[in-house]
Every structure is written in C-alpha cells, then in structure tokens.
C-alpha cells in the first residue's frame, strides 16, 4: 500500500516564501512524474508544476518564475519551494505521483491528502 503524506503549507502574507514536501512510503520501485495541484474554492483542481523521472519541469504561467519543484528518488520525495506568494496563490495544494510501480510490478496514480495554503496580510 502507497501512501503520500504532504507537509509545509500554512499562512504566509504576500512576498512570503512556503515550501511544500510530499513523501510516499510503501514497497515502490520507482516513480515516473511527481507533481503539485491546487484547487481554490469553487475552482477546478488544476496542475501547478511537474516533474518527471529524468528531472524535466513545467509550470503553470501564473506561478513561473516563483515556484521551483524538485524531487529526491531515494527519499520517494518532491518538493514545491514557492516565493513571491500572492493572495491568488491561496488553495489547498495536492501533490500528485503519476505511473508508480511497486516491487510487486503493480502501476497506480497517487494524490496526497492536500495542504492548505493561505496567501493574505
């Protein structure tokens, strides 16, 4: 059983900086992309950034420049180091594994339980 456990979100006035973590436990082989997802109220949950096995990125519009994803293969980790953070950055912030392959060959998508992050003065 894979699990994702994400931490780091919180309340943080505009310009503030928050990094996010995203950690999978469970008997995985290995990952193929990791990502970050937002979703604000009344909104649709959208893709912030990913990044796939081989280290290539891609943001959202809104957030490039500002928001930097990063993973650690050994700790099963990724990362969403966001500066510069704006009121309309404010959403409850998913973290996503796409195409993870446990030691027993089986391939399944993964969310985290979301985060919240609160952007305001």
């Known amino acids: 059983q894979v699990q994702l456990v994400e931490s780091g979100g919180g309340w943080v006035q505009p310009g503030g900086s928050l990094r996010l973590s995203c950690a999978a436990s469970?008997?995985?082989?290995?990952?193929?992309?990791m990502g970050w997802y937002r979703q604000a109220p009344g909104k649709p949950r959208d893709v912030v950034a990913q990044?796939?096995?081989?280290?290539?990125?891609n943001y959202a519009t809104s957030v490039k420049g500002r928001f930097t994803i990063s993973r650690d293969n050994a700790k099963n980790t990724v990362y969403l180091q966001m500066n510069s953070l704006k009121p309309e950055d404010t959403a409850v912030y998913y973290c996503?594994?796409?195409?993870?392959?446990?030691?027993?060959?089986?391939?399944?998508?993964?969310w985290g339980q979301g985060t919240q992050v609160t952007v305001s003065a």
């Open positions: 990044i796939t096995s081989g280290g290539s990125t």
């Open positions: 469970g008997s995985i082989f290995s990952i193929n992309t």
């Open positions: 996503n594994f796409a195409g993870v392959y446990t030691t027993a060959l089986r391939r399944d998508d993964y």
